[in-house]
């Protein structure tokens, strides 16, 4: 199942809205067929391994880290091609909460006789398809955090200045997790100190449209963003109660979609998570800055954060997280949210931390 998984892994970025899923056949212990899903639209795992088998498949075992697809989508019904097959057994990873598949794969492999046996490792698999699963269950993207900060605690400077805290090594991390995501997202107030680009560079698996929160749609037409917004989207989010409607038409005219939202702070970014789910995003990240990140805390929608540490001192500067309604920041340690499935690496002496929230 650890070999179906990394296989799988190899589609990252590639096959969303769908999921990562790895298949092997086997026969005699022995691997006959191998294969993943490689793109979106393109063959599922299933029918790849089998495509691949080296000898007839007829008796053989396939271990999938998810739930075959049993309905016509894209492509056809995988069921069908473990039953046309022969395949006599089943190892599953994890069920495809997908409404369409649901158990209903695993029924009709029972049906036509398949011998469907659930395998280990189902949390490794639902947190490799952590993106996928919360989109189907809850129609919103999961949201990656990710920072820089000193060791003293500060994302910037008192004078807002930032570039760069963390090495170069880490920085290239950062563009191969923007080349997998949807959408890349910041504050106004990043936007316009940093004028960041936000493309991954060099370009990833996937292209992420670029999310500036915005009120009053302040951000300038001859930023890095609205210069390049013909190329990558660009998408404001305003409040329509506060931006100047001529100001946002010389943004779209630049290009820049526009969506407008009247919500307070913290109520805004559930609206605009919903809104990037009826897109079918599945994994967008949020780069601050502070401000931007303590709504977003807020309003309960980090799912997973990326931490960058430079062993440097900066004094006094700004927080990463800053909580604005009273009573939101954790008064106590044991209240504050403790990661799960931390992974700490040393990165030419910065140090990256990740965990799920
Ligand atoms: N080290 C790092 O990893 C890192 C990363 C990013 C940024 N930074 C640094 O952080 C600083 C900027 O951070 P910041 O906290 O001042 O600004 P920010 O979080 O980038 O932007 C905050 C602004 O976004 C707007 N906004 C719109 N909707 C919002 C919502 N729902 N929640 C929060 N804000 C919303 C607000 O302006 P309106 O009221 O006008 O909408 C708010 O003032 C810069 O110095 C930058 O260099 C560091």
Redesign the pocket.
């Known amino acids: 199942m650890q070999h179906a998984i990394d296989l799988a892994e190899k589609g990252r970025g590639y096959v969303e809205p769908n999921p990562m899923v790895g298949c092997l056949i086997i026969r005699n212990g022995s691997i006959i067929g191998a294969g993943f899903h490689e793109q979106f639209g393109r063959s599922h795992a299933e029918v790849n391994a089998l495509d691949h088998c080296s000898e007839s498949p007829i008796g053989a075992t396939a271990v999938i880290t998810l739930e075959p697809c049993c309905h016509q989508g894209k492509t056809p019904p995988c069921t069908d091609a473990l039953i046309q097959a022969g395949i006599s057994k089943v190892i599953i990873g994890h069920p495809d909460p997908f409404p369409k598949v649901n158990g209903s794969g695993i029924e009709q492999l029972k049906g036509a006789g398949i011998e469907v046996q659930m395998g280990p490792l189902q949390s490794a698999i639902a947190r490799q398809n952590s993106g996928f699963f919360k989109r189907v269950t809850q129609k919103i993207p999961w949201c990656i955090a990710?920072?820089?900060?000193t060791l003293d605690g500060n994302?910037?400077t008192q004078t807002?200045?930032?570039?760069w805290?963390s090495n170069p090594a880490c920085r290239k991390i950062v563009h191969q997790l923007r080349g997998q995501m949807d959408a890349v997202i910041?504050?106004?107030?990043?936007?316009c100190?940093?004028d960041p680009s936000l493309s991954a560079r060099p370009a990833g698996a996937r292209r992420a449209t670029r999310i500036v929160?915005?009120?009053?749609g302040?951000l300038d037409v001859q930023s890095k963003l609205c210069q390049s917004a013909r190329d990558i989207p660009v998408l404001v989010?305003v409040?329509p109660r506060?931006a100047n409607q001529n100001r946002l038409a010389e943004l779209k005219k630049n290009g820049v979609n526009i969506f407008e939202c009247e919500a307070g702070?913290?109520d805004?970014?559930p609206m605009v998570l919903n809104q990037l789910g009826e897109l079918d995003m599945t994994n967008v990240l949020l780069?601050?800055?502070?401000?931007?990140?303590?709504?977003f805390f807020e309003a309960n929608s980090i799912d997973e954060a990326h931490v960058?540490i430079a062993p440097t001192l900066i004094g006094s500067g700004?927080e990463?997280i800053?909580t604005q309604t009273p009573g939101a920041a954790a008064d106590q340690i044991a209240k504050g949210k403790h990661l799960k499935d931390v992974v700490i690496q040393q990165v030419d002496g910065n140090v990256h931390v990740r965990g799920f929230v």
């Not at 807002?160 to 570039?163: A, T, W």
């Not at 910041?186 to 936007?191: E, I, L, N, P, Y």
């Open positions: 990710k920072w820089a900060m994302i910037a807002g200045d930032s570039q805290i910041v504050g106004s107030g990043t936007a100190t940093d929160f915005d009120s009053k302040t989010v409040d506060q702070y913290v805004r970014v780069e601050g800055g502070g401000r931007l990140l303590g709504e960058f700004q990463p800053q």
